[in-house]
């Protein structure tokens, strides 16, 4: 379902997600006309449910936004389902162009579009993605609880990913793949804690009845896992943004990119905030709709000083004599 569109928004937030659906709720909440543009691609689409949001713990991604879209709409948001194609600044405010060639002004910008997975180059692994290929523990791990687990080696983090999913099962695998030459340190951590070392690159997955039973190596050496642990390389998405000029940054341990902020999602263009994993690339669900909220809240504030000074301005065209 989408909305009759307006010419004119308080904020336009680009990104229907967690993120996104927060900042509106929040905004709408406080009388501003708000427009959320969601493209329908969440990244946590494939995920059987959402874990570790208290009072929604294993809801099902579709189910959530759709909670959301309702809270938002009630307090007379708008949402729309269009990808922003392009979003430029036009005299004091933005023109957000939609799929379409549909284009509403905006005085400010909450960009919640997410990032983008790269996954390894392994045949099988994007569709497998969030369901028994993964990477977060706190999202998936209880999930696997005490199923074999193999940990795709493919950084320098690897290590650490086994050692963690450690903690939800007695038989984890490290597969070495391209990750690097482990260490005399790294090797007594990982025996200490009964993770064995498989050597060889993965070469393939194995699939029956639509579940993991395994991954192939190079060699053709079959290694029974029921999960799959990966590392991403985590990319903000910016498309239909490029516009805008927002810079961003590369994440030290993964070699991922988000776009950077101030603590209250403020970026380093004028008008335009960001929240969730556009800017913060580990934050989960709730943690990607407390950094949208606190966005809103901020958004709000420079509006009112903004309406204000307007206020201001008028009220000297009528008394331009003053109060002295």
Known sequence: MSDRLSENYDVVVIGGGAAGLEGA???????????????????????????????????????????????????????????????????????????GDRAVRARRVLVATGLTDELPDVPGLRDRWGRDVLHCPYCHGWEISDAPVGVLATGPMSVHQAL??????????????????????????LEARSVRVVDGRVASLLVADDRLTGVRLADGTVVDRRALVVAPRFVANLDGLTSLGLDTEVEPMSGGRYVPTDAFGATKVPGVWAAGNVTDIKAQVMGSAAGAALAAVAINSDLIAEDTDLAVTALRSRNPKGYN
């Open 164 to 189: 963690m999913f450690r903690q939800w099962s007695d038989d984890v695998i490290l597969l070495r793949h391209t990750g690097p030459e482990l260490s005399a340190e790294d090797l007594e951590r």
């Open 25 to 99: 709720l929040m905004l709408a909440r406080s009388r501003r006309s708000v427009l959320v543009i969601d493209a329908g691609e969440p990244r946590n689409a494939p995920a059987s449910g959402v874990h570790g949001f208290l009072t929604r713990d294993g809801l099902a991604p579709a189910d959530l936004t759709a909670i959301g879209r309702d809270e938002v709409r009630r307090y007379g948001g708008h949402v729309v389902d269009a990808a922003a194609t392009d979003v430029r600044r036009t005299g004091d405010g933005f023109t957000v162009t939609l799929t």
